[in-house]
């Protein structure tokens, strides 16, 4: 039989169903209503996998797939793919998807400022077509570091950078090690704060994606120290300057990975010596011209702000 008649015969089983319980509902027990409903569900779910002829006779882990595929880098609602899947457990298929097939698979618990990331729990976003043949052995090394109590949630993202240097790792994979809603935060601060070389593309890196991370190397560019930017002010700070080096011009589009130099704040007057974490007293400067200014070869321009 084509593949059309039979979607015709599903849509006409599914009309007679609806029929069926308009004409009896107001004779009918609260459980025989479910029941019809049932009946009704089940008939729709078989529409649903018929949608696509090509993808009927999969599974619905790679029912899933091809749909997500087909519609990169658009928010796709739960709704959709429990049609597209047939099956209640959607999102298992999802998580299999993401941790054993590699695929960057966006959800609500990965929301971050930084990237602009505001998926609802029900909201799933595929990042690339292709998946990442390294994701597998990173979810495995996540899901060891998450299960480890000490250290706190900045203390597990760490740990888990460090056992990915020089990896792209996504925010959903921080937000899992962590196992904490403001992981987005505690990334910043471990920049910001404790002086990792931790790229994005919101710090000059644009051949990272919104929602991935790279630790450069394990060595610090700057000793720890408390000076705790609000993320609001460094967000000013780097449109104001346009994301552009004031020191030498550096900017994005010049990135080259013989040069992969990344976007930082730096205080005008020193945070040690009360330096305040305010617009007026911040600048953008590349990596490179940062060491040169705390190691005393480069000094700042006065009234580099004009």
């Given amino acids: 039989m084509p593949e059309s008649s ?51 006779k999969l599974g619905s882990r790679e029912r899933l797939r091809i749909y997500l595929q087909e519609h990169v880098n658009l928010i796709i609602s739960a709704k959709e793919l429990q049609v597209v899947s047939g099956i209640s457990e959607y999102a298992r298929r999802i998580r299999e998807l993401r941790v054993q097939d590699g695929f960057k698979i966006l959800t609500g618990i990965s929301n971050d400022p930084e990237f602009g990331i505001t998926l609802k729990p029900t909201q799933y976003l595929l990042l ?9 052995r990173r979810w495995h090394i996540a899901n060891r570091i998450r299960k480890q109590t000490k250290g706190g949630s900045k203390g597990r993202i760490l740990r888990y950078l460090l056992e990915n240097v020089d ?25 910001t704060e404790e002086g990792y070389p931790i790229a994005t593309q919101f710090t000059g890196s644009p051949d990272l994606r919104m929602s991935e991370y790279v630790l450069e190397n394990k060595d610090r560019i700057a000793k720890p120290h408390d000076r705790h930017i609000p993320f609001e002010i460094q967000k000013i700070v780097y449109e104001r300057d346009i994301a552009t080096c004031r020191l030498c011009k550096w900017h994005r589009k010049k990135w080259t990975r013989r040069d992969p130099r990344i976007l930082e704040l730096h205080h005008i007057q020193e945070h040690a010596r009360g330096g305040a974490n ?14 040169e200014v705390h190691a005393g070869r480069k000094r700042l321009p006065r009234n580099i702000l004009g």
């Fill in 6 to 56: 039979k979607i015709e015969i599903l849509i006409a089983e599914v009309e007679e169903k609806l029929a069926h319980f308009k004409r009896e509902y107001k004779d009918l027990t609260w459980r025989e209503k479910v029941l019809l409903l049932v009946n009704v569900t089940g008939g729709v779910r078989k529409l649903g996998k018929s949608a696509n002829p090509a993808a009927a």
């Fill in 128 to 136: 690339n077509k292709e998946p990442d043949n390294t994701a597998a």
């Fill in 167 to 191: 990896q792209v790792v996504t925010t959903e994979e921080l937000a899992y090690v962590a196992k904490a809603t403001e992981f987005g935060r505690r990334v910043r601060e471990l920049r």
């Fill in 278 to 291: 305010i617009a007026r007293n911040l600048i953008v400067i590349c990596s490179k011209c940062h060491d």
